[in-house]
């Protein structure tokens, strides 16, 4: 949704934030994918009800997936933060109402992320099966923690990327903006 909105905001904020939004979801959902499946190995099912309380027998799984899970939502400072504001910010010049509307979007996304980590890694434990789940493993950590850098680096330095992005989306644009220019008379 926030690639197809910065697209047709048509503007360098917006393209260059569906661009970004494309990269931090790589990584982020990437990362989600892994996480899921490590734990899909445990216990072969990925069904949220049966789960609960993960947190307390897998305490640096559960960090590691809230810190993608936050990434994924937006927080400040991760990847997925910078992508959304400048879509919105390409969205809010193009149409307040786009603005709200994706807007909106980021609220969801949160209310979503947050309602199944908060089932799956809080509370009781709801299977006794779950209270002796392993953490991560070395191999399992050393695999997750690169995507969880990334997504660290790409909040914090975004302009590593977005320099790169930047001058194909001006090229994308600048055909546009002499047409526009000269529909307009200037």
């Known amino acids: 949704g926030f690639v197809v909105l910065g697209i047709f905001s048509f503007t360098p904020a917006g393209l260059d934030g569906a661009t970004f939004v494309m990269l931090a979801h790589g990584v982020s959902t990437g990362a989600l994918f892994m996480l ?5 190995e445990r216990r072969h099912t990925y069904e949220i009800s049966e789960f609960g309380g993960l947190a307390t027998p897998m305490p640096v799984y559960a960090a590691l997936f809230l810190f993608i899970v936050l990434s994924s939502v937006g927080l400040p400072l991760l990847n997925g ?4 504001f400048l879509v919105l910010s390409g969205a809010f010049r193009a149409s307040a109402s786009y ?5 909106t979007g980021v609220i969801w996304s949160a209310c979503y ?10 509370g009781k434990v709801t299977h006794a099966v779950n209270q ?8 399992e950590r050393i695999t997750l923690w690169p995507t969880a850098a990334a ?4 909040g914090v330095a975004p302009l590593v990327w977005l320099n790169a992005i ?14 526009a220019s000269k529909l307009v008379g200037k």
Do not use: H, K, N
């Open 132 to 139: 002796e789940l392993p953490d991560l493993d070395l191999r």
């Open 166 to 179: 930047d001058p194909a989306v001006q090229s994308a644009l600048a055909p546009f903006t002499q047409m």
């Open 36 to 40: 899921a499946g490590i734990l899909y």
């Open 99 to 103: 603005g709200i509307l994706g807007a």
């Open 113 to 122: 992320l947050l309602w199944m980590y908060q089932r799956v890694f809080f």
């Open 81 to 84: 933060f910078i992508g959304e």
């Open 151 to 154: 997504a660290l680096v790409m």
